[in-house]
């Protein structure tokens, strides 16, 4: 048996080639995954590694940031260079360095062109000293203020030369200067812009403290351990500082990487795994067609002696092999799709040509078993139905079964689509808690995914009859046999459609959210955006004073009404606490208050959104404590409570105090937004242009109207949107590729019907528009099952954000318009080859056809 398994897998490749396809497809997704997030762990890990010192001695604060707000406010600890001079001091230590790190700073060009990333990836200043992995390979080191090294990559994106004039931009103000040197490193760079200057200059002009540094470097003397110095160190200095080893500093490095890899990395397996989800779709219908084409080869086998295990151990080893065969291409090809991303992101400055792609045992252990099981689990009911086949079928001259009775079928999917409409309805409706609506939408969104598969076969008798009622009329003969041959065996039909369908509600369910969603923030911005214009830095970069001043003093300008944000812990969850001009800001923001009012944040109250307000039951009257960054506490009264802004919920939803009360608890936070009032009357385009010109040197900040605001708000939506869309086109291609397959083991399973009907006349193109007819039923019905299920999905979901400010509803038509089109015309071009391999039928070989 499994000798005849083997020769009927190589006699037959063909037929299941696409279905080795869906499976290749599928792991090389979860492949490429893998070994490209471990690559870039291990590169990170080793760059953290390799240039950590032996120890290294930072101020203490309350809390560790998450990576993604590290900045945000600003606020940048210092010690003081007595510190630095008693770790120098100590037995076992060879050297001490005072160092200046910041990276809240921009370097321009002498055309105020930004110098370095734009994608996101910080610009680090830090002060000169000796570092064994930084080697100067042109010019020399900064000795004076107005000398600047840059790193390479970031020297020859701009095409920069020794002698050449930049500018960097801080906080403070700006340092104009000469580029002096450029340096490499030895461990690679993680693309980010690297700016050095000589230590009083850092001192001076990046950290605005002369006697300040914002960190020691130790170097240990021979014969002394890392973990020994730390301790002589912590004994010195006490518990107001945080000393780490080399060995410390590389695995706190290495945990930030993976806190954040991991985020992206599950993100992408979830997109890996709907497109193995759909593939096991085609792998089940292709098996059951197969099995059906042999139903008389099967029962000869029976006949002989074969037993119901041995048949049903014969239809599993060929979906051995296809599991097998898929998984090793998957791997390779998920391999090469790793090494396309690595050397995408070096076009981005993130240097990895030092570290080799990483391919960790679970990797190929993972690609084998999603791609082996996959394919086995589909395989395992048609193996069943196999193992059934009774000896008399060799016998039987039909070797299509009976179309099969769903009745019990039914009535179970009948349940779950009862049961998921009502779950679903409870999270559109039950608004108490995030947790208790996001349950309820969780359960429904799977039940009635269930509920659809399950009913599959019976839908597609009554969606895919009504879809080709037009079909006589407009085809006449033609159609009426596309249209039948869509509705005959509906488990099939419904198989390859629900293959769609589950790519298709989900682009349903996502474009309902993004255009809620925008709607929603374009009716708040026109609600509560009372500013003409807003600054804003980018990534983490605060707005500097001189910016600020340079606003000011434009013609037409009257109000700027000023935004800082320092980092906080209330009940050990980190928050974000925003410090506004409560002077201007009902006149910049409009909040939209539920209780309260400006005046009380004024004096000196907090204002909480009501969404948080509810979690953390909170009401005016209220008092919380918080533990600031720097450690300063404080206890704050809650004095107002708005509405929650569109898409709220980061950092524990919006906490707002007046710039007066943010001052007591984080004096150093920087200037992040800046909105802009004019005079009535005001020429709109003079205070553009005029505003365009101050800015012209500061490209790390960004000038909005409130037209440019909204759009860059809804832009980010789009961002998100178009990147789901291509992480779902692999299921949806894989879904494609099912209708492609169902087409063509069906023009194989009716050879000899199409061969009758080219014998009474039939012509070529009549056969070709019959298959396509047919294909195109299957897609559409797909496509309208998925996008309804989606759009049921999609409302129910912004019913639950309405939590967080998405209150509006709104359905894209015009997108849900374009899907089904371009499923109709996916359908047409998935039956392309199937039609032609029918239209070049034989007719007397076909006749003769078993």
Request: aromatic share 4%.
């Amino acid at each position: 048996m499994i000798r005849a398994s083997l020769r009927t897998f190589l006699a037959h490749k063909g037929r299941t080639a696409l279905s080795t396809l869906a499976v290749l497809l599928g792991v090389a997704f979860v492949s490429g995954t893998l070994v490209f997030s471990d690559t870039i762990d291990v590169a990170f890990a080793g760059i953290a590694g390799s240039t950590a010192a032996d120890v290294t001695v930072k101020p203490k604060q309350a809390f560790t940031p998450e990576a993604e707000d590290r900045g945000v406010s600003g606020e940048t600890p210092t010690l003081p260079a007595a510190v630095v001079a008693r770790v120098a001091a100590l037995p076992g230590v060879r050297a001490a360095h005072g160092q200046v790190s910041l990276q809240d700073l921009t370097v321009v060009d002498r055309n105020g062109k930004q110098v370095g990333p734009t994608t996101g990836a910080p610009t680090l200043g830090q002060n000169w000293y000796d570092d064994p992995q930084v080697h100067l390979a042109e010019g020399r080191a900064p000795t004076r203020a107005g000398e600047i090294v840059l790193d390479r990559a970031s020297a020859r994106h701009k095409d920069l030369h020794l002698g050449d004039a930049l500018r960097v931009l801080t906080p403070a103000g700006s340092m104009p200067g000469t580029l002096v040197g450029i340096v490499t490193y030895r461990a690679g760079n993680p693309g980010v812009t690297m700016a050095y200057v000589d230590t009083a200059t850092a001192q001076q002009q990046l950290l605005g403290k002369p006697d300040g540094f914002t960190g020691i470097i130790v170097d240990t003397g021979p014969g002394t351990g890392r973990a020994t110095a730390k301790a002589a160190i912590k004994a010195a200095l006490g518990d107001g500082y945080s000393v780490a080893t080399k060995e410390e500093q590389a695995a706190t490095a290495a945990q930030q990487i993976s806190s954040f890899l991991s985020v992206v990395t599950l993100a992408l397996l979830g997109f890996a795994g709907l497109a193995v989800l759909v593939g096991i779709f085609l792998i089940l219908n292709t098996f059951a067609m197969l099995v059906a084409q042999r139903t008389r080869e099967l029962g000869l086998l029976r006949a002989l002696g074969a037993s119901r295990g041995q048949v049903l151990r014969s239809v599993l080893t060929e979906a051995l092999l296809v599991g097998l065969v898929g998984s090793t291409a998957g791997l390779g090809a998920g391999i090469g799709l790793a090494a396309g991303l690595r050397a995408l992101i070096s076009t981005f400055g993130v240097d990895l040509s030092g570290t080799a792609l990483v391919i960790d045992p679970p990797t190929p252990v993972a690609a084998y078993a999603v791609g082996v099981v996959a394919t086995l689990v589909a395989a395992h009911l048609p193996a069943r139905r196999a193992a059934r086949i009774s000896p008399m079928a060799a016998l039987r001259e039909a070797a299509v079964p009976p179309a099969p009775k769903l009745g019990r079928r039914t009535a179970l999917g009948a349940v779950l689509f009862v049961a998921g409409g009502g779950l679903l309805y409870g999270a559109a409706t039950h608004h108490t808690t995030i947790v208790t609506a996001g349950a309820l939408l969780g359960g429904g969104i799977l039940a009635s995914l269930l509920a659809l598969v399950v009913l599959g076969p019976a839908l597609s008798r009554v969606v895919v009859h009504g879809l080709g009622a037009c079909y006589p009329a407009l085809f006449g003969t033609v159609g009426r046999l596309g249209r039948l041959n869509a509705v005959r065996n509906p488990r099939r039909t419904g198989a390859t459609a629900g293959a769609l369908m589950i790519s298709l509600s989900l682009v349903g369910a996502v474009a309902v959210l993004a255009a809620s969603l925008t709607t929603s923030v374009d009716r708040a911005v026109d609600a509560t955006f009372g500013a003409d214009y807003v600054l804003s830095g980018n990534g983490a970069t605060p707005i500097g004073h001189e910016v600020t001043d340079r606003v000011r003093a434009v013609p037409g300008v009257v109000a700027v009404t000023r935004q800082r944000y320092a980092l906080a812990h209330l009940n050990g969850f980190q928050i974000a606490v925003s410090g506004v001009d409560t002077a201007a800001v009902d006149r910049a923001v409009k909040p939209q208050y539920v209780a309260g009012s400006t005046a009380d944040v004024a004096a000196g109250e907090v204002m909480v959104d009501r969404t948080t307000a509810d979690a953390d039951h909170l009401a005016v009257g209220s008092r919380v404590d918080l533990q600031f960054l720097n450690g300063a506490t404080g206890t704050l009264t809650v004095g107002a409570i708005s509405r929650p802004p569109a898409g709220a919920g980061k950092d524990g939803g919006s906490w707002e105090v007046s710039l007066e009360t943010l001052a007591r608890y984080a004096p150093e936070a920087q200037d992040f937004t800046l909105y802009l009032n004019t005079a009535p009357g005001a020429d709109q385009q003079r205070v553009q242009s005029a505003l365009d010109t101050v800015l012209a040197g500061y490209p790390q900040v960004t000038v909005q109207s409130r037209a440019d605001y909204k759009k860059s708000v809804t832009g980010q939506v789009d961002t998100v949107l178009y990147l789901v869309y291509g992480l779902l086109a692999l299921a949806i291609v894989i879904a494609v590729l099912g209708v492609v397959n169902t087409l063509a083991l069906s023009v194989v399973e009716r050879t000899r019907e199409i061969g009758l009907l080219r014998a009474v006349g039939t012509s070529r193109r009549q056969v070709r528009r019959m298959v396509r007819l047919e294909s195109v039923l299957i897609a559409v019905h797909g496509a309208l099952l998925g996008l309804g299920l989606g759009l049921a999905w999609g409302v129910a979901g912004q019913r639950v954000l309405t939590l967080y400010g998405v209150t509006a509803l709104t359905v894209p038509w015009t997108t849900i318009g374009v899907v089904l089109a371009g499923s109709a015309l996916a359908g047409l071009a998935a039956a392309a080859l199937p039609a032609a391999k029918a239209a070049r039928t034989a007719v007397l070989t076909a006749i003769a056809a078993a």
